[in-house]
């Protein structure tokens, strides 16, 4: 149900952030048997628009990329979509970001396949980001392409042998046709909420895509990565970021709020902009996914469906060996999180007594918590 015109799903997302790590939400306490200190930990809201949560969330995602590495060259890719089309996106976000990943990878998928640039399956790891650093609307997908793919069972490189994969201003003009042919069916048949100011008759609307068709669409590419351990730093700086982190927050009153940002027209120079508190949140809120929207996507070979006997094939090919069996969850969880705070999970921080943790639960909207007390028997 909507608040005063804002979405349901966004009013949750901001509930959500509201309470993260306060007894709204409940806990436990930690009380050490040995010294009797007592800490509290409240429940954060696993929200994946937090920027309080998904550090854990991230680690493991990482560890699982690391087993699915090859040792090849891979390439970042970032494709965009121009700002014409924001309002578009803002009214139809589930249609226009579906069409952005589905259209970014036809375009990789068919260049991989023709035998021209590689004659080969590839796979692509793509995350959806819609920010800028101002908060401002800026749908773009980053992929991460391992440098070949599968022609059968064999492991197929580069023709090329230069830098970048694929032609990048050949690969922007398959992708804005690709998303422009789409986006103008849907646009006729009525399948889109039309924004206000935006053409709704069919001469209008088919003039409106010819203006995008003048347009250079943007396909960029970096250098690719130095060796797998770059990809894995790459991808745990970008897979689980928010729209704003809270060290770029530098101040905030009952009217304003203001935060750090780059200036990349300026070199990436470090400014910062002040916004009312309505304004900080609208554009906040245009970064909000719909709901059950995934925002990081596998292709090719490395989808779910394919993976397994796809690596298996391509390790084989590059004489690779497999990875060790996975770690349950539950061990890799109380794995990482040992590693995090530098000490077993059930040791106390303040005297460094060894399993002398016991946790007791506090229930959501407790007044306050439970007291407790211990001998030196641990009683």
Known sequence: MDRGGVPGHHMRTLGAIRDCRTSKLGGHMLCCTTCGSTKISYNSCRNRHCPKCGGLAKELWIEDRKRELLPVRYQHLVFTIPHQINDLCRYNARFCYRLLFRTAWSTLDAFGRDPKWLGARIGATMVLHTWGQNLSLHPHVH????????????WVEPKRGKAFLFPVKAMSKVFRGRFLTALRKAWLTK??????????KEKAIKEWCRKRWRQDWVVYAKPPFKGPDTVVEYLG???????????????MDEQNVTFQYKDYRQNGK?????????????RFCQHILP?????????????????????????RSLDMPDPPPKEERKVRVKRLIE?????????????????????ILIPPDARAPPKMKFNQAGV
């Open 291 to 315: 709901s059950g929207f995934v925002r990081i996507r596998h292709y090719g070979i490395l989808a779910n469906v394919h993976k397994e006997k796809a690596l298996m094939a391509a390790r």
């Open 270 to 282: 470090r400014k910062l902009m002040t916004l009312n508190g309505l304004e900080f949140l609208r």
């Open 191 to 200: 399948e889109l909420v039309v924004p206000p100011g935006m053409p709704t």
């Open 143 to 154: 992929c991460i392409v391992p440098s070949g793919g599968l022609g059968g069972q064999e």
């Open 339 to 359: 590693k995090l705070i530098d000490r077993g999970l059930d040791d106390c921080a303040d005297c460094g007594a060894v399993d002398s943790l016991v946790r």
């Open 237 to 251: 700086r970008y897979t689980h970021k928010t729209a704003i982190s809270n060290h770029r927050l530098v101040a």
